[in-house]
C-alpha cells in the first residue's frame, strides 16, 4: 500500500504542477497506463490485500488537502472581481483535477463504488470542492457578483463569461438541485434587484413623462432579460422578470396610466399608437396587468362618448336632434378606438369588453327627450332615403355604414324599440317608393344574421309585399289588356296590396271618392276576386297619392297631392264654389281631416284653392273657389306630405305598443322557464327571465313582478305554500 500510495502521491504532484503552470513534461500515455496499472493491481488482490476502500478515501483526501491547504488560501487573499477570477482559475483546475484522477482510479468507478453504492469519483471530487472552498467564499462571492450587475446597470462593462462560469458554480454546487442556486445567490439578487428598481421607479414617475417612463422601462425588462442570456440561470428569468415589472409597472399603473398631460388618457387623445402599443406589450405580460390600462380606456372612451351626447343636446332646437350629425360621430369614434383594439391591444378581448360597455353607456342615453332607438331608425330611413332618391351615391359606403348601424344596435339595449320605429319609417319609405331594394334587403340580412329571424319577419314581409304588388299591379294591367274588366276611362290606376300582419296600423275613413277613382276600385275588386276568395281588401285611402291634372289659367300644371286632398280638388270639377259644410257632407270626413286638408289647399305653400274669408284658419263657415290664377314655374308641383296620417314617429303611440309586446314577451318567458323546471324561488325565475330577455331589451324587474302576479292571477303559476317566495308551475 505505501509503494502504491508513493507513486500515486507522485503522480498526483505532477499533475498539480501542471495545473498551477509549473514547468513540468506533459504526461505520456505509457505515464497514464502506469498509474492505471497501479489502481488495477492495488484493487484485485485478494483480501486481506484488497486496499479498494484506502484507495477510494486516498482519492478524496487528495482533494481535501489541495482544496483546504491550496485553493481556499489562495481565493481568501483576493478580492473583488479579483477574488472572482481566482475562484473561476480553482474551478476549472478543479474540473480538470477529478477529469484526470477520474481517469486514473477509473477501475474503482468500475467496480468497487458500483457495488458498494458509494458517491462517483466525480462527484467525490466536486462535493469537496463545495465543502471546502463554495461553502466558505460564496457569501463574498455573491456580494461581489450583485455588485458587479449593478455596475452593468448603470451602464459600466462587467466580464458576463465570468460571472458566468462563477454562477455555474453555484448551480452545480447543488448537484442536480437549484437549491444552492436560489438560496445562496437568487433569493439576495432578486432582493437587491427590487430595491434598485423602486429607487428608479420613484425617480423615473417624477421626471419623465407616461411615454419616456414606459421607454425606459422596456429597456429595462429587455436587458434584464438579456443579462439572463449571458450569465444568469434560465430559471431565473421569471421571477427577475416579475420583479421589475412588480416594481416599474404595477406599483406605480394607476399614478401611471392617469398622468395628466400624458398619461392613457392623453396617449389615446392624441393618438399616440406606438405608445399605446408598447403599454399594451408592457402589461400584457403581467397577470391581470392589461386590467387598469383597459379600464381606463374605458374610461376615456366614455367621456368621449358622453361629450358627442352633450354636443347633440346643447345643439337640439326645440326637441329636435341632428340624428345625422350625431349618428356619423358615434360611428366615427366607434371606428376610431375600434381600430386601437385591433392594432395597438392587439384584438385583446379585454379591450373589446371595455368598448362595449362604454358604447352601452352613452349609446343608451335620451338625447332631447328622444331615445338612442329612435335616433338610430331616424339615421337608418335618412340614409335610406337619400339613397333612394340619389342613384350616384357609392354602394359600398352605404354598405360600410349600415355594417356601423347594425354594430351600434348592438349597444342599445331597447332593440324592440329600434325595430318598431325603424318599421314605422319602412313602411312610409316603401309606400312612397323613396327606398333601394338593395340597401333594404342587406340591412335586413346583416339585422336578422345578428339578431335572429323573428326581430327582422314583419320588415321582411314588407320588402317581399312590395315585391309581389309589383307583380300584382303587371297582372292587373294584363286583366285589363284582355278585356276582362273594364279599364277605368283617362286614369292610370297602381295598387299596393300589403298583408296587415307586416305593417303598421293605419287610420281608415270612409272617404267619398269621386267616381273616376271608384270606378278603379270596383275593377281592381274584380280582378282581385279572380285570384282569391279567402282574403278581403280593406282600402287605406290616407296612404295614397294621386298626380291630377290642373287646367289653370295661365298653364296646365301637374298635382301631386294626397288622396284625400284629391278628392276635395276633384269636388270643384262641375262647380266653381263650395263651402265647408258642402264639402263635410260630400267628402264624409272627419272635421280634424278636412281642416288639415283644406289648410293644406288654400293656406300652403301652393294655394290651389281660394278662401274666403281669407285667414290662416279653417272654419266652419268659410267658403272655397277653384283658384284658376294659381301659376308656378315647375311643370309639377304639390306637398303630398299633407297626407293626414298620425305621424310616423308618434313616440308615444310607438313606446306603448312596445310596451305591450314586451308584456306578452315577459308572460311568454316566465311561462317558459317555469315548465322546464316546475318549481324556482322567485330571485332566481326573475334572474333567468332577465336573462332571456335581456338580448332584445332591458326588462324591468317591477314589471316581472307584475307579470309573475298576473300570471298567479290566472293559473299558470302558485306559490308554494310552506315558502311563499318560490313559485310552482301549474300543469
Known amino acids: 500500500m505505501d509503494q502504491g500510495f508513493e507513486l500515486i502521491d507522485a503522480a498526483v504532484t505532477k499533475l498539480k504542477r501542471i495545473l498551477e503552470g509549473k514547468p513540468e513534461p506533459a504526461f505520456g500515455s505509457h505515464e497514464y497506463i502506469e498509474n492505471y496499472t497501479i489502481v488495477y493491481n492495488m484493487c484485485t488482490q485478494k483480501p486481506p490485500d484488497d486496499l479498494s476502500q484506502q484507495l477510494y478515501d ?39 483535477m477529478v477529469r484526470w484522477l477520474s481517469h486514473f482510479f477509473f477501475y474503482l468507478d468500475r467496480y468497487f463504488i458500483t457495488r458498494r453504492s458509494l458517491p462517483s469519483l466525480t462527484e467525490v471530487g466536486m462535493t469537496c470542492f463545495r465543502d471546502h472552498v463554495y461553502n466558505n467564499v460564496h457569501f463574498n462571492v455573491k456580494q461581489v457578483i450583485i455588485a458587479l450587475i449593478h455596475k452593468e446597470r448603470e451602464g459600466q462593462q462587467v466580464d458576463s ?54 421607454i425606459k422601462s422596456e429597456e429595462s425588462l429587455k436587458k434584464e432579460k438579456e443579462r439572463v442570456t449571458h450569465y444568469l440561470h434560465s430559471t431565473t428569468e421569471p421571477k427577475l422578470v416579475e420583479v421589475v415589472q412588480t416594481r416599474l409597472l404595477v406599483l406605480v399603473a394607476k399614478q401611471l396610466l392617469e398622468k395628466e398631460s400624458s398619461g392613457c388618457s392623453a396617449l389615446l387623445r392624441d393618438d399616440k399608437i406606438d405608445d399605446l402599443s408598447r403599454m399594451y406589450r408592457l402589461y400584457h405580460e403581467i397577470p391581470k396587468g392589461l386590467e387598469p390600462v383597459a379600464k381606463a380606456f374605458r374610461l376615456h372612451v366614455t367621456s368621449e362618448g358622453n361629450g358627442l351626447i352633450k354636443q347633440a343636446e346643447d345643439a337640439a332646437t326645440s326637441g329636435s336632434v341632428e340624428e345625422q350629425v350625431l349618428v356619423r360621430k358615434i360611428i366615427d369614434l366607434h371606428d376610431k378606438y375600434m381600430a386601437y383594439v385591433m392594432d395597438c391591444f392587439q384584438n385583446h378581448t379585454l379591450f373589446h369588453k371595455a368598448l362595449k360597455e362604454a358604447f352601452e353607456i352613452f349609446c343608451n342615453k335620451k338625447v332631447a327627450g328622444s331615445s338612442s332607438a329612435e335616433l338610430l331608425a331616424t339615421f337608418c330611413d335618412n340614409l335610406f332615403k337619400k339613397a333612394g332618391n340619389d342613384k350616384s351615391n357609392d354602394d359600398s359606403t352605404i354598405e360600410s355604414t349600415i355594417d356601423n348601424v347594425v354594430k351600434l344596435l348592438d349597444y342599445i339595449s ?237 313616440r308615444k303611440k310607438v313606446v306603448e305598443d312596445v310596451d305591450k309586446d314586451r308584456r306578452y314577451a315577459i308572460d311568454a318567458s316566465l311561462v317558459r322557464i317555469m315548465k322546464s323546471r316546475k318549481v324556482l324561488p322567485h330571485q332566481q325565475l326573475v334572474s333567468e327571465c332577465v336573462e332571456q330577455l335581456s338580448r332584445m331589451f332591458k326588462p324591468d324587474i317591477k314589471m316581472i313582478k307584475k307579470r309573475i302576479e298576473d300570471l298567479i292571477s290566472r293559473d299558470y303559476l302558485e306559490r308554494d305554500i310552506e315558502n311563499p317566495n318560490t313559485f310552482k308551475y301549474v300543469a
Request: contains cysteine; glycine residues 6%.
Open 414 to 650: 331597447d332593440k324592440d324599440l329600434f325595430a318598431e320605429f325603424y318599421r314605422k319609417k319602412q313602411a312610409r319609405r316603401l309606400l312612397f317608393g323613396k327606398f333601394n331594394d338593395e340597401h333594404e334587403r342587406s340591412i335586413l340580412t346583416k339585422l336578422k344574421g345578428q339578431f335572429g329571424g323573428q326581430f327582422t319577419s314583419k320588415m321582411e314581409g314588407m320588402v317581399t309585399d312590395m315585391q309581389l304588388a309589383k307583380d300584382q299591379q303587371t297582372g292587373f294591367e294584363e286583366h285589363i289588356k284582355n278585356g276582362n274588366t273594364g279599364k277605368p276611362k283617362g286614369v292610370d290606376f297602381t295598387v299596393n296590396v300589403l298583408t296587415t300582419g307586416f305593417w303598421p296600423s293605419y287610420k281608415t275613413s270612409d272617404l267619398n271618392l269621386p267616381l273616376e277613382m271608384v270606378n278603379c276600385i270596383e275593377s281592381f275588386k274584380a280582378y282581385y276576386e279572380t285570384k282569391t276568395k279567402h282574403r278581403r281588401l280593406m282600402w287605406i285611402y290616407s296612404l295614397g297619392i294621386c298626380h291630377l291634372n290642373g287646367r289653370f289659367d295661365p298653364k296646365p300644371i301637374e298635382l301631386i297631392v294626397s288622396t284625400y286632398q284629391a278628392a276635395v280638388l276633384c269636388a270643384f270639377n262641375n262647380t266653381e264654389r263650395l263651402t265647408y259644410q258642402e264639402l263635410f257632407e260630400q267628402l264624409n270626413l272627419s272635421h280634424e281631416d278636412l281642416v288639415r286638408v283644406l289648410h293644406s289647399l288654400s293656406c300652403a305653400k301652393y294655394k290651389f284653392l281660394k278662401k274666403e274669408p281669407a285667414s290662416k284658419t279653417i272654419s266652419k263657415t268659410d267658403s272655397f273657389e277653384f283658384n284658376s290664377k294659381f301659376t308656378d314655374k315647375m311643370r309639377k308641383c304639390g306637398e303630398s306630405r299633407y297626407v293626414p296620417l298620425p305621424p310616423v314617429d308618434d
Open 161 to 214: 463569461a465570468l460571472l458566468k462560469n462563477i454562477l455555474d458554480l453555484f448551480v452545480q454546487s447543488g448537484k442536480g438541485s437549484m437549491e444552492r442556486y436560489e438560496d445562496d445567490f437568487e433569493k439576495f439578487f432578486l432582493q437587491e434587484t427590487a430595491s434598485y428598481y423602486s429607487r428608479r421607479s420613484s425617480s423615473w414617475i417624477l421626471e419623465d413623462s407616461c411615454p419616456e417612463y414606459m
Open 58 to 96: 486516498k482519492y478524496g483526501g487528495i482533494f481535501e488537502d489541495y482544496d483546504k491547504h491550496t485553493m481556499l488560501p489562495s481565493i481568501m487573499e483576493k478580492h473583488d472581481e479579483y477574488m472572482l477570477r481566482e475562484l473561476s482559475r480553482m474551478w476549472d483546475i478543479n474540473k480538470i
